[in-house]
Structures are given as C-alpha cells and as structure tokens.
C-alpha cells in the first residue's frame, strides 16, 4: 500500500472521477468520501455515508464490478474508448493505493454503491448509483 496521507488519496480521487459517471440504467456520477476513524462496519456505511439505502447489503468484487466499464472493445467510438480507459484507471488506482478495498451494494433494484479502503489515516472510497432490472 502507498502510504499518501488521506487528503492527498481523496484529491487523487477527486481528479479521476471528475465528470465521469457509472454507467446502469441510470448513469449517476461519483462522490468521494473520507473517514478519520480506525474500522467500521459494512452495515453501518449507510449511515455513516448518508446513504438512502441500508438494505440488503452485499458484497462484489472490484475487479468484476468495474469490468463492463473499464473494458475497451472493438465497437466503441473514441469518447467510449476514453471512458474506459478512465474506468481503468479508477479501478486501479482503488486496488493499487488503498488497502483491502471493498465494494459493498446497498439495495435491490436501485443499489447505492459504496467502494472503501483503508489509507494512512482513514477510510476513503467513493460512492454512486446503479439501477439493475
């Protein structure tokens, strides 16, 4: 793990998801967030968060979450091209400078998406918004 300080680690991710939205079936752009405290517990991310949903909560995989997203395929014009390529980014810079990053769902349909990991000094992650039907 990179030990940046944590204002340092939310700036950086500040800068990557800057205008970029998770695509579902409705795109919903990315908060950041950071946490002065030791540990936490999954389920109280909502409230720690301010989060609208609390229930059910779920576990994924990074990597597997942003797979969709951060791929390039054959098809995409330039922009899409350009926005995986960020997603790519996004991701690694979340399993590279922080550690034990999680991703935790909250919801059914309409899921809050919570992604932490521990830095020097806190928790930082980002939070957005998926629709699955």
Do not use: C, H
Request: hydrophobic share 40%; no cysteine; aromatic share 8%.
């Amino acid at each position: 793990m990179n030990e940046k300080p944590l204002p340092e680690i939310q700036k950086s991710l500040e800068d990557l998801v800057e205008n970029l939205e998770m695509p579902s079936e409705t795109d919903a752009p990315f908060r950041v967030f950071a946490l002065e405290i030791e540990s936490f517990e999954a389920e109280k991310l909502p409230e720690i968060l301010n989060l609208e949903r609390a229930q059910p909560l779920d576990e994924r995989d990074l990597i597997e979450f942003f797979e969709a997203a951060a791929t390039e395929e054959e098809w995409m014009d330039d922009e899409e091209k350009k926005r995986a390529a960020r997603f790519a980014k996004l991701r690694d810079f979340l399993a590279n400078e922080l550690e034990n990053t999680a991703v935790y769902t909250f919801g059914e349909t309409e899921m809050d998406v919570v992604i932490i990991g521990k830095s020097e000094g806190g928790f930082v992650g980002v939070v957005t918004l998926v629709v699955e039907t």
